[in-house]
């Protein structure tokens, strides 16, 4: 793993309770018999922000642009390649995710916890509900026997699925109830972080809506934080305090969810504002839609990134990077002409 170089202080912000600040993913690309090193897929580039307690953190973009590398990332599901994750423990102390070994790994991951995006394929089959919303309890050691059993059954009780259903296997279930079982399971160690990856997305609208309320009435009980990834603008909007915009695995904006879905700054938030199915389907949304396909990964355009895809680029975003920037106070965008452009949605 690659050192964060100096100069990439991370900005730490006292009160946060997740702080990632440069963090870099890398896959490499392989080729030929000896599997030579040809370039890397920078799915997460330089990434930085903070979630603060009790708050949800939108992570929005189209799909590949490197979102779940990101959440996975930051929980040490991955290594990563370069970065600090900042996770302020209960007891005040933060510790770098990015940087501790197997052991300090074990005992803090109880407090950041993951829900996943397919309840289908994400709960195994072999194993029943009670083993299931247990194995996280048993794997930090916080509690075995009776205790055990009695904290599933509470778990149970909390996401809305009946005690009854202790001893049966995923099978059972509806899509809805799996996910259910599944943010039991990420609720048992009393995280103060979950980072929910495309949480809804295979499921029904209707209960969408029912898993999206749940999670909002838990998050007000436990005081839970939330990563919320998804490509839904609609579930963002919905469920976000701030929202992040990402593409191909940057950030390209940051802000309050009021300003960025009222007054967008990046014209890649724009466009995917633009592309979103109108509520009422006799009115159709203005702005501009989005073009093109994403660029590979490993081969990303010069200057701005999303340059090919931009109505307004000029020669300057062919050439030169945008950095990631304030443009209103707690409003920021990586665009040379954020705040000048005539963007409406
Ligand atoms: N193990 C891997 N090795 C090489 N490249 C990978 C690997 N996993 C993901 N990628 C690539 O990294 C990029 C980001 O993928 P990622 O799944 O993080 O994006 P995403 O925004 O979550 O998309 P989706 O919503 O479709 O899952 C993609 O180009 C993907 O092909």
């Known amino acids: ?19 990632v600040a440069h963090l870099k993913k890398y896959y490499p690309v392989q080729a030929g018999f000896l599997r030579k090193t040809v370039g890397y897929v920078k799915a997460v580039d330089d990434v930085s922000f903070t979630v603060q307690r009790g708050e949800t953190l939108g992570l929005v973009g ?67 509900v009670l083993d299931t919303v247990s194995e996280p309890l048993r794997l930090s050691g916080m509690a075995q026997g009776p205790a055990l059993v ?8 909390v996401v809305g699925l009946e005690v009854r259903h202790l ?7 509806s899509g809805g109830q799996r996910q259910r079982i599944g943010i039991a399971r990420a609720l048992a160690t009393n995280p103060s972080l979950i980072v929910a990856d495309e949480a809804v ?16 009435d838990l998050q007000r009980e436990f005081g839970l934080a939330y990563l919320f990834i998804s490509h839904d603008l609609s579930v963002i909007e919905h469920l976000s305090d701030r929202v992040a915009v990402m593409y191909v695995g940057q950030i390209v904006e940051r802000a309050g969810n009021a300003a960025l879905f009222s007054q967008p700054l990046h014209p890649y938030t724009a466009a995917l504002l ?18 093109g396909e994403i660029p590979d990964l490993a081969a990303l355009p010069s200057g701005c990134p999303f340059h090919p895809r931009c109505p307004f680029a000029q020669d300057r975003c062919r050439i030169e990077k945008p950095p990631l920037r304030e443009v209103h106070p707690d409003h920021f965008a990586a665009c040379h002409f954020a705040g000048e452009l005539p963007l409406s949605n």
Do not use: W
């Open 1 to 19: 793993m690659l050192s964060p170089s100096p100069g990439q202080a991370p900005d730490t912000t006292e009160s946060a309770l997740l702080t």
């Open 62 to 128: 189209e799909s590949g642009c490197g979102k779940t590398t990101l959440g996975r990332t930051i929980l040490r599901a991955l290594d990563p390649t370069a970065g600090y994750v900042g996770l302020r423990l209960p007891g005040g102390e933060t510790v770098d995710l990015a940087r501790l070994g197997p052991r300090e790994l074990r005992a803090v991951r109880r407090h950041a916890q993951m829900v996943f995006q397919d309840p289908y394929s994400s709960l195994n089959p072999r194993m029943t």
């Open 201 to 216: 997305s295979a499921l029904d609208v209707s209960i969408q809506a029912q898993i999206l309320n749940l999670m909002q």
């Open 274 to 291: 633009a592309s979103k199915p109108h509520p009422d389907p006799r009115q159709r949304n203005t702005g501009i839609p989005l073009s």
């Open 167 to 173: 001893n049966r296997y995923p099978h059972a279930f």
């Open 150 to 157: 009695s904290r599933v059954k509470d778990l149970l009780h």
